[in-house]
């Protein structure tokens, strides 16, 4: 028996991602050719169609819905609307996030599990991450944190993995565990240990200050549960967002958003993360959090704080985070990842659980990239990371 149907079908173009002057399409099902787009009759160059794909469409205007036209070899093929974000201020930051990016996996799926079949030397979660923060550099992030989940079982071979991971990222990184790095299996390494060894977690809440915002990496994991905890850190927590500055915090499991979880998997207990949020926002009004773990994506709020989940990088629909900071608000985008032979077996993936897994990970346009503003006037005029003084181990 299979839970593959042949059920799962993608619209033809989809708007994935927008900003205020640009956006990500992505397709499943176009005919190979040369790809251009139409916006308001202005003519842009996307390159090869092939299938499935991702392009970008720049120089839109902010705050307007746009239509488009796709044309392969010329020929109209599919039509959408592009509403974009408000502009944001000139002077601002970018950084960025993966999350899940599961070094070790082998397949895909509850039951039946997706394989991935001759896409080149490097498996799945090595490309897709590569292809991920490559991707994030190229957008003009100047900090990428990793929310977790890096390994499958925390084993050697998917450290080294990781390694390989490193060597190809250029720009300074955080990094906090994930459930499957804290396992504690037989032949499983020690995952602090592990990142402090590469100078990435020197603390369970770790701060730093960027673009005159405070970021804060909390580890929430328990060593041998899937579920997650940051009770334990409340006053550090609350310590490090206790600043004249916005805050955004990022842990690896989500907070539950119901008193009884009604999905899996388990993340931080209702009462636990609503107490410590509510505490956090008695000492910073303008907080915003985000974590990983469900892969899957989704914003909420709670009073003047944003609670943002984003998915997994390796499975559909294969993402990272760009969040462009200023002192007046904050911008989230999630993209796809757009390498060919990485958004070809996240597309794959959309089938698994029946297909339920391609319609519930995905979330809304508007909780994958919306822009927020905070509640108070800030003067900080937002610093570039190298102004910083990073430690001279991070791999830079
Ligand atoms: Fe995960
Ligand atoms: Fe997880």
Redesign the pocket.
């Known amino acids: 028996m299979t839970l593959i149907l042949p059920t799962t079908q993608l619209p033809l173009i989809d708007v994935f991602a927008v900003e205020d002057d640009s956006a990500q399409v992505t397709w499943r099902r176009l005919p190979d050719g040369h790809l251009t787009a139409l916006v308001e009759n202005n003519e842009q160059d996307l390159g090869a169609s092939g299938r499935p794909g991702a392009a970008e469409l720049r120089g839109l205007q902010p705050g307007v819905t746009q239509s488009v036209d796709l044309l392969v070899n010329g020929l109209i093929t599919a039509q959408t609307s592009v509403c974009t974000l408000p502009a944001t201020s000139a002077s601002s930051t970018k950084i960025a996030t993966i999350s899940?990016l599961?070094f070790g996996e082998t397949g895909f799926g509850l039951i039946k599990q997706l394989r991935d079949h001759g896409a080149g030397p490097d498996p799945y979660p090595l490309r897709c991450a590569r292809s991920a923060a490559r991707d994030a550099v190229e957008w003009g992030a100047e900090l990428l944190i990793i929310k977790g989940?890096i390994t499958c079982d925390s084993r050697p071979e998917e450290w080294e993995m990781f390694d390989d991971f490193l060597a190809d990222v250029s720009i300074p990184i955080m990094a906090i565990p994930?459930n499957?790095d804290v396992v504690n299996q037989l032949g499983s390494r020690d995952c602090t240990e592990e990142l402090q060894r590469r100078s990435l977690f020197p603390q369970p809440v770790t701060q730093r200050d960027i673009g005159g915002i405070r970021i804060v990496a909390v580890d929430s994991t328990v060593p041998g549960r899937s579920w997650g905890n940051i009770g334990r850190w409340h006053n550090e927590i609350r310590e490090a967002v206790d600043t004249d500055q916005p805050a955004m915090v990022f842990t690896h499991h989500h907070l539950e958003e119901r008193p009884i979880p009604c999905f899996w998997p388990l993340g931080v207990r209702y009462l636990d993360g609503i107490r410590i949020v509510d505490s956090l926002l008695e000492a910073n009004p303008d907080l915003f959090l985000s974590s990983?773990?469900t892969?899957r994506n989704r914003m909420r709020r709670r009073r003047s704080a944003v609670i943002t989940e984003v998915s997994?990088t390796k499975d559909y629909p294969g993402v990272w985070a760009g969040y462009v900071l200023s002192t007046t608000g904050v911008r989230q985008v999630v993209r796809r990842v757009s390498d060919p032979d990485s958004i070809r077996w996240t597309d794959h993936t959309h089938a698994a659980v029946g297909g339920v897994w391609g319609r519930w990970s995905p979330g809304p346009l508007d909780q994958r990239s919306f822009a927020h503003e905070w509640t108070r006037s800030y003067k900080v005029s937002p610093t570039r990371v190298q102004s910083q003084t990073p430690p001279e181990v991070w791999p830079i």
């Open positions: 899940d599961h989940d994930g499957h990983g773990h892969h997994s």
